[in-house]
């Protein structure tokens, strides 16, 4: 049986040799339940040509549907994050898991108004902030030899979800209906849920509530938390539009969902890449992640450019760069509080879901307004300004784990 860990074992390779199995597990369940709870976000994004029709509402009254998943998030993320610490991340995990699974499927099969469809969405919210704080905990907590590359795994779990998204256009909404993409997405959080239950415990899976004040100050993960958020406007607006955007532009509905998947394919090989060197790198994680959100809101930029050919490319730079700092931000947030990652991510989450719950909805008024093209300046424009804050922050991560205040 293994021994429990103490608060000086965190970030610190394990000598008994059943550790690197556990901690590859725990590893895999982490990306997995994410993929799980954050897929109802980006597929509702995805499949907003489809909703939008059968429920007749408007650009504007949909950027609610597409930003009530991510305003629950918002309001439960620093309590999600306390509370791990309290209860561990097995069992947080493994409850958002089966709760985000029975969301999933009333949505698919009783939600008959545009409002069912907004109150499952709510539902699955709650859990996909209850869920990501808990697997940051776990992960910090497995003692991994190669945090940087674990968190990168964990965070292309985000991209990975939307390219499922987008395969869900071609492969249910044109052919079976829209709802079969609900339906079908409910199953994977119960299989997860099992793994979960299976691999993340013992010492793992510690309920730290000797540990529930994050060591960097909280004044600097509340101004992290802004730059993350102003970079997450970036981020919700361009998997919020992209599609639709696209067959604005002239191409294919199917095609478009494509799109979507092609451009978060290519952020899942950045980040990972990213992650292969991270845990080595000399620059500072912060000031990484404001460089690939700079290239990313030229993508961004460029979308707003109404001719097919350049939309093509625009998405993969826009999502190539766009889609990359989450890996180094939350690196840097977990590298720095270890032992206490829920409770510090659990702050700086909060801006993240802040900036996606307005980014639909500022978009989806402003497309209505003045059309596809400035709405893309405006979440270019955002991305800048988060990537300066960011970056202005960057000195505060740069040193070893602390185990007080600053």
């Known amino acids: 049986m293994l021994r429990p860990m103490d608060s000086s074992s965190f970030g610190q390779p394990s000598t008994d040799p059943a550790v690197p199995r556990l901690q590859r597990s725990v590893v895999f369940a982490a990306m997995a339940a994410t993929v799980s709870t954050v897929y109802p976000g980006f597929l509702i994004a995805a499949l907003s040509v489809q909703v939008s029709a059968e429920f007749e509402v408007a650009e504007a009254t949909y950027g609610w549907g597409l930003g009530s998943f991510f305003l629950a998030a918002t309001v439960a993320s620093a309590p999600a994050g306390r509370l791990a610490q309290r209860i561990g991340a097995r069992r947080q995990i493994t409850g958002a898991l089966v709760i985000s699974a029975l969301a999933q499927l009333t949505l698919a099969t009783s939600a008959r108004s545009f409002s069912a469809v907004l109150a499952c969405l709510v539902i699955a919210g709650f859990m996909n902030a209850a869920n990501q704080t808990a697997v940051n905990l776990a992960i910090s907590s497995a003692r991994l030899p190669r945090l940087g590359l674990a968190v990168s795994l964990k965070q292309s779990a985000m991209p990975a979800a939307s390219l499922l998204s987008g395969l869900a256009v071609p492969v249910f909404a044109l052919t079976v209906g829209w ?8 199953a994977m959080p119960v299989l997860v849920a099992l793994l979960v239950w299976r691999n993340l415990d013992g010492p793992l899976d510690p309920v ?20 993350f958020g102003l970079l997450a406007f970036s981020a919700g607006g361009l998997a919020a539009w992209v599609v639709a955007s696209g067959v604005d532009a002239g191409l294919s509905e199917g095609f478009a969902g494509v799109m979507l998947s092609a451009g978060a394919a290519s952020g899942i090989v950045l980040r990972l890449i990213g992650g292969s060197v991270m845990d080595e790198m000399g620059p500072r994680p912060m000031s990484v992640a404001a460089v690939t959100a700079i290239i990313g809101s030229v993508g961004m930029a460029l979308l707003g450019v109404r001719v097919e050919a350049i939309h093509v490319v625009a998405t993969l730079v826009a999502f190539g760069g766009g889609w990359i700092w989450p890996a180094f931000t939350n690196f ?3 590298r720095r509080n270890p032992g206490n990652a829920a409770a510090a991510t ?18 989806g008024a402003l497309i209505e307004w003045k059309g596809y093209g400035w709405m893309w300046l405006l979440v270019a424009a955002m991305a800048v300004m988060g990537a300066a804050v960011t970056a202005s922050q960057s000195r505060h991560y740069d040193r070893q784990p602390l185990g007080e205040h600053e």
């Open 179 to 186: 709802r079969w993409a609900f339906g079908v997405g409910s």
């Open 208 to 227: 730290t509530t000797r540990h529930q004040t994050p060591s960097t100050a909280t004044r600097t993960l509340v101004i992290s938390g802004i730059g």
């Open 332 to 334: 840097a947030v977990v």
């Open 346 to 363: 659990g702050v700086t989450q909060t801006g993240v879901y802040i900036g996606v719950f307005t980014a639909p909805l500022i978009t």
